[in-house]
């Protein structure tokens, strides 16, 4: 089995032999529920360093009021049999208390880009991200981190982070994992009734149209949005945002941007979903209204 570690000495211990061997270290931080997205990025890690360390930590804050901390999925068991499997080095099991004393005082927050999308509707949410993400990378040390890009503000928010705050480390994205009928893999794919689950690949078929119209001169930013957010209405979600960002910064786009990226959040039942698509424009649409 995996090695794994509860206290932030014993996991520091661990690093530090490598470390003093000449290893490289990956890291992977997850809340666990493991699937084939978090294994993905764990057999990318491997590619990158000698040794490679997984975290397995339910975050409470970055849970809001009424969100489903106290529901969520806690497999640690199956999670571990997992990366065993994986070739896996090393799993930090925190509990909040290692993580959080009683009396702390700091939190972390990237102004900006943390307060919008997501960010606006999940107030909170980004700074407990930023505030446990600087814990572990500060336990860890890794010489490069691992998160997915289907959590793409989360993912621009923690590269702006590590750079802001001069953390050593490498910040690597990884394309999102699919299932085959082009869903987002997600550990709150599980909270899908089986009818729901049926609808949910309609965010990303959605996504596909919006992308396959903006390579066409003829439609603007505001069109294809309001387009999209009407189908996905149809298809019975309620939409938080469908909005053509550039990609750099999350901005809005503008007539001039070329890297853009698709976002959108939407809730279907009672589950949030949230999903993105690249677009690396060649043509400029007719107007932009945002």
């Known amino acids: 089995m995996v090695k794994t570690f509860q206290t932030i000495s014993g996991i520091r211990q661990c690093i530090e032999l490598w470390r003093h061997s000449g290893e490289r270290i990956a890291f992977v931080p997850t809340m666990g529920n493991l699937h084939e997205g978090h294994l993905t990025l764990v057999r990318e890690a491997k590619q990158h360093a000698d040794r490679v360390v997984v975290s397995i930590f339910v975050n409470p804050t970055?849970?809001?009021?009424?969100?489903?901390?106290?529901?969520?999925?806690?497999?640690?068991?199956?999670?571990?049999?997992?990366?065993?499997?994986?070739?896996?080095?090393?799993?930090?099991?925190?509990?909040?208390?290692?993580?959080?004393?009683?009396?702390?005082?700091?939190?972390?927050?990237?102004?900006?880009?943390?307060?919008?999308?997501?960010?606006?509707?999940?107030?909170?949410?980004?700074?407990?991200?930023?505030?446990?993400?600087?814990?572990?990378?500060?336990?860890?040390?890794?010489?490069?981190?691992?998160?997915?890009?289907?959590?793409?503000?989360?993912?621009?928010?923690?590269?702006?982070?590590?750079?802001?705050?001069?953390?050593?480390?490498?910040?690597?994205?990884?394309?999102?994992?699919?299932?085959?009928?082009?869903?987002?893999?997600?550990?709150?794919?599980?909270?899908?009734?089986?009818?729901?689950?049926?609808?949910?690949?309609?965010?990303?078929?959605?996504?596909?149209?919006?992308?396959?119209?903006?390579r066409h001169s003829s439609y603007s930013f505001e069109e294809v949005e309001k387009q999209s957010i009407a189908t996905l209405a149809q298809h019975g979600f309620v939409i938080d945002y469908f909005t053509i960002a550039r990609r750099a910064d999350l901005a809005f786009a503008g007539v001039d941007d070329h890297d853009l990226i698709i976002l959108v959040a939407a809730t279907l039942g009672k589950t949030r979903l949230i999903d993105n698509l690249w677009l690396d424009k060649s043509i400029t649409p007719r107007c932009q209204n945002n």
């Not at 702390?104 to 999940?122: N, P």
């Not at 980004?126 to 998160?147: D, Q, R, Y």
């Not at 990303?204 to 919006?210: F, I, V």
Request: hydrophobic share 40%; with cysteine.
């Open 62 to 214: 970055q849970f809001g009021v009424n969100e489903d901390f106290a529901n969520y999925p806690r497999t640690e068991a199956e999670d571990c049999q997992k990366l065993t499997d994986e070739g896996c080095d090393a799993v930090f099991l925190p509990s909040v208390d290692t993580l959080y004393s009683p009396h702390a005082k700091t939190t972390v927050h990237v102004e900006g880009v943390s307060d919008y999308f997501c960010g606006a509707s999940r107030r909170g949410h980004f700074s407990g991200v930023a505030t446990v993400v600087s814990k572990l990378l500060n336990i860890i040390e890794p010489h490069s981190a691992f998160f997915g890009l289907k959590d793409f503000q989360q993912f621009v928010i923690i590269q702006t982070l590590v750079r802001d705050l001069n953390f050593p480390i490498d910040i690597i994205g990884v394309p999102t994992v699919r299932e085959h009928d082009g869903l987002a893999m997600s550990s709150r794919n599980g909270y899908l009734t089986a009818a729901e689950r049926k609808v949910a690949p309609q965010i990303y078929n959605t996504l596909q149209l919006a992308r396959d119209q903006l």
